[in-house]
């Protein structure tokens, strides 16, 4: 079986430095960035990173946002359980460009996310590569 493609993949968990759950979550988070070396895992503090995160709103941790090129596909809290987050991001890797922009316009709240918490667009504007 091939493996999921996940070179255009961008997952961030949006925390908070003081957030224990957060804390715990980390480690787990940074070992799954190993399991998908091709995909760009953030750990983004919404403290540390307010200019760029003021916006969305993170009111409860932790908050993921995974985004397949410029399709945003999951803006929301997840549970701290990784296996989870796993299988969420392998189901995304497994999309094809064109079934990922579907899903990212499937339904009112997706096609939000596509101009408010396109993520990689903000990096980009931020870092001067738009």
């Known amino acids: 079986m091939n493996s999921p493609d996940d070179s255009d993949l961008l997952v961030a968990c949006l925390c908070a430095a003081w957030c224990g759950t957060c804390r715990d979550y980390a480690a787990g988070f940074h070992a799954l960035a190993e399991r998908f070396p091709g995909a760009r895992f953030l750990w983004l503090d919404v403290e540390d990173e307010a200019d760029l995160l003021d ?33 969420t991001v392998r189901a995304f890797a497994s999309m094809t460009p064109d079934e990922s922009r579907h899903y990212a316009q499937a339904d009112a709240t997706r096609r939000t996310w596509q101009h408010d918490r396109n993520l990689r667009r903000a990096l980009a504007e931020r870092d001067g590569d738009a």
């Not at 908050?63 to 989870?84: C, K, N, S, W, Y």
Request: hydrophobic share 40%; charged share 25%; aromatic share 12%.
């Open 55 to 87: 916006d969305y709103d993170v009111e409860n941790f932790p908050t993921l946002l995974i985004q397949r090129g410029d399709a945003v596909l999951f803006f929301g809290t997840m549970l701290p359980h990784h296996e989870l987050l796993e299988r």
